[in-house]
């Protein structure tokens, strides 16, 4: 029971942090001309579409805005639970407008997760289990305990609260709004997450055989927060999309990204998730926070594609040892 509310102090903080978000807009720059080139921010009618948001290389594209699309709906101009039902029905709204690349994406993402998770006598998923239990043995030391999630989550959120107040307190519009993104990313995903989640009911490691099997909407309560996707890792890099696609940082990125992925192996090593259920949450939450950044953030804010737009992230057991691998697109 301990562990099925211990990841509920995080989400109070950020429904308490949303109405003080919102609370000072970035104010309203003026649009920029068309033939301006100093705006970083790509208009929505520009087809930026796409799972990360891109901001496209040329403007030639004159198609009609998305579903909820448009300066209507982004930050300063909109309320943020409203952005988040349209974000909820704009983003797959989307997938009609995009381009091969964004397929590319999507396509390695799915297709990884469901080799890992195909349901066979014993899925690779539960091999990759088994390998580890091997290697690390039953006493190894664990990050993720009920104490552990509190604490490690607890601090990640803590980080967001503490940017959001010191945006209101020193008057930093731009930190505030950077709080309000987050916010937004983090509510849209737990939306998505918690859907597939609870119509999949999966197992996870420690459930049943722990081969991983899909017993559909009728035992999900049961399972949960076991399941697939990973709430924790779609929630933590919906963070980290945010922050690469707001912050014109490579250190940063690079950080982030480091952290993202010893975060992601530790939740596989310590039997809190399978494989599969990282990588589909953590490619998930990156492409939500890029997205809400690029279509939802005021104009005049920063928006770019962060030098690494990660697709995949992957903890990996191979008969030499451990690891991580990532999938990147440039």
Avoid: C
Avoid at 78 to 99: C, F, Q, S, T, Y
Avoid at 146 to 170: E, K, M, S
């Amino acid at each position: 029971m301990l562990s099925r509310l211990a990841g509920l102090p995080a989400v109070l903080l950020l429904v308490l942090l949303a109405p003080l978000a919102h609370a000072q807009p970035a104010p309203e720059e003026a649009p920029p001309s068309e033939s301006s080139s100093e705006s970083k921010q790509a208009p929505d009618h520009e087809g930026s579409g796409g799972p990360g948001g891109l901001i496209p290389e040329t403007s030639d594209s004159r198609t009609r805005p998305g579903l909820f699309l448009g300066d209507e709906y982004r930050y300063g101009r909109m309320v943020l639970p409203l952005r988040v039902l349209a974000d909820i029905v704009a983003i797959p709204a989307g997938m009609a407008r995009w381009e091969a690349p964004d397929w590319a994406a999507f396509s390695l993402v799915t297709l990884m997760t469901g080799a890992l998770m195909f349901p066979l006598d014993h899925p690779l998923d539960a091999t990759i289990q088994d390998a580890i239990h091997r290697k690390l043995g039953p006493d190894h030391f664990k990050v993720w305990t009920p104490v552990g999630d509190v604490l490690v989550n607890g601090a990640i959120y803590g980080t967001v609260a503490g940017i959001l107040a010191w945006g209101l307190v020193q008057d930093q519009p731009r930190a505030v709004q950077f709080a309000a993104l987050v916010v937004e990313a983090f509510a849209v995903t737990q939306a998505y997450h918690l859907t597939f989640k609870l119509l999949l009911g999966r197992e996870g490691p420690n459930d049943g055989d722990g081969l991983g099997r899909i017993l559909g909407p009728s035992e999900s309560f049961n399972l949960f927060p076991a399941g697939t996707p990973s709430g924790h890792t779609a929630s933590l890099y919906a963070i980290l999309g945010v922050a690469t696609a707001y912050v014109d940082s490579l250190p940063l990125a690079v950080a982030l990204h480091a952290f993202g992925l010893l975060f992601a192996a530790t939740i596989v090593m310590d039997d809190y998730h399978f494989l599969s259920d990282v990588v589909w949450g953590g490619a998930m939450g990156y492409a939500i926070g890029q997205w809400v950044v690029h279509h939802r953030a005021s104009r005049g804010a920063p928006a770019k594609v962060g030098p690494l737009l990660m697709v995949s992230v992957s903890p990996m057991v191979t008969p030499g040892g451990a690891g991580v691998a990532a999938g990147f697109r440039f």
